[in-house]
């Protein structure tokens, strides 16, 4: 079973909603204008940002599985969802007192947000891609090696029934050494091709992580460019 991990309010609120301010005169009860005053609305960036799950360890693997949330999920904009919030701290004030009203996504951020919600799913589809070669690889490798392993080691106690239990462990032990040399030497080869394609995958992995920062970016000054700008 997937594990959320729970980080502290302001966190999501940082990571998850952009702020937008513009800037009109406020109206009074008879719907007389009065002086300026500045209008704060939030845009969510997507429910489900920074909220990427991480399960327990594989049993063959020991590997832990990565349930990756796309940043940009959501269509709509609203306010973030108090309640659905996991905080392990009291907020001093009660959120709900600052309700910030929906806001409607012009065409030119509608593009965009289109646009960046592709290049995230390709991402995430990549990392999904590069977590199966490791599970695969190393659940099949952990599978034969313990399969070997236990038949090396019943083969050693085939023959030695008759033997006091110190020599037997004894002769297990010095058979299970020579298994774990020669596994090592047999598999040599093997492990060099995995490692070389590991590391060649360094360098999408690290551009990968450096674009997702850069659309996080890209998308919180539209926002902002789009309250300042006709």
């Given amino acids: 079973m997937l594990t959320r991990t729970v980080q502290p309010e302001w966190w999501f609120i940082s990571k998850r909603v952009v702020r ?44 832990r599985p990565i349930r990756y949330s796309a940043r940009f999920s959501s269509p709509t904009t609203s306010s973030p969802p108090t309640s659905l919030v996991e905080s392990p701290h009291r907020h001093p004030y009660s959120l709900e007192e600052f309700r910030a009203e929906p806001v409607e996504l012009s065409g030119r951020l509608a593009e965009l947000r289109a646009r960046l919600e592709l290049e995230d799913l390709q991402w995430s589809m990549f990392r999904n891609r590069v977590d199966k070669l490791n599970q695969a690889f190393w659940e099949t490798q ?31 032990n010095t058979r ?52 300042i700008l006709p």
């Fill in 20 to 63: 937008l301010y513009s800037t009109g005169p406020s109206t009074d009860s008879g719907g007389r204008r009065g002086r300026l005053t500045r209008r704060e609305t939030l845009v969510d960036i997507g429910r489900g940002a920074t909220e990427d799950q991480v399960g327990p360890p594989c049993a063959r693997s020991n590997l």
């Fill in 142 to 172: 952990s599978t034969r090696f313990e399969a070997l392993e236990q038949k090396q080691r019943d083969a050693a106690l085939a023959k030695t029934v008759n033997h006091p239990p110190e020599s037997v462990q004894e002769r297990v």
């Fill in 176 to 227: 299970l050494d020579q298994f774990y040399a020669s596994w090592l030497i047999d598999q040599k080869k093997l492990f060099m091709l995995y490692n070389w394609r590991w590391w060649g995958l360094q360098a999408a992995l690290l551009k990968g992580g450096w674009l997702a920062q850069v659309r996080d970016l890209k998308w919180k000054l539209a926002c902002w460019r789009d309250t």
